[in-house]
């Protein structure tokens, strides 16, 4: 079992940045990788980027210039730059298992005002 849970959301300015952080905890070795996803309300959850265990990153386009994924031992992060309104949403730590299970945080809500 894994468990994630996600901090760093909050209220920010358009322009601004913010970095979220995901502590995972349980049998996270045993995990072939993290991912960072957000969600609006009535709109699937989509994924941002994602970073396997050896540490290579993957990033959707629309925020590959703005968006850095890191990971320290247990923590995931994720750096946000430049944000803007589209980028209010809520955001998911996941953690993937080799038999294709997803872990789930609870998220961290993310509002960027004009």
């Known amino acids: 079992q894994v468990q994630l849970v996600e901090s760093g959301g909050g209220l920010v300015q358009a322009g601004g940045s913010l970095r979220l952080s995901c502590v995972a905890s349980g049998d996270i070795f045993k995990l072939t990788s993290f991912a960072w996803y957000r969600q609006e309300p009535g709109n699937p959850r989509d994924l941002l980027a994602q970073?396997?265990?050896?540490?290579t990153t993957y990033y959707k386009p629309f925020v590959k210039d703005r968006f850095s994924v890191s990971r320290d031992n247990g923590t995931v992060y994720l750096q946000m730059n430049s944000l803007t309104l589209a980028d209010t949403a809520h955001y998911y730590c996941?953690?993937?298992?080799?038999?294709?299970?997803?872990?789930w945080g609870l998220g961290t809500e993310v509002t960027v005002s004009a």
């Open positions: 996941a953690g993937i298992h080799p038999t294709g299970k997803t872990y």
């Open positions: 970073i396997t265990m050896t540490g």
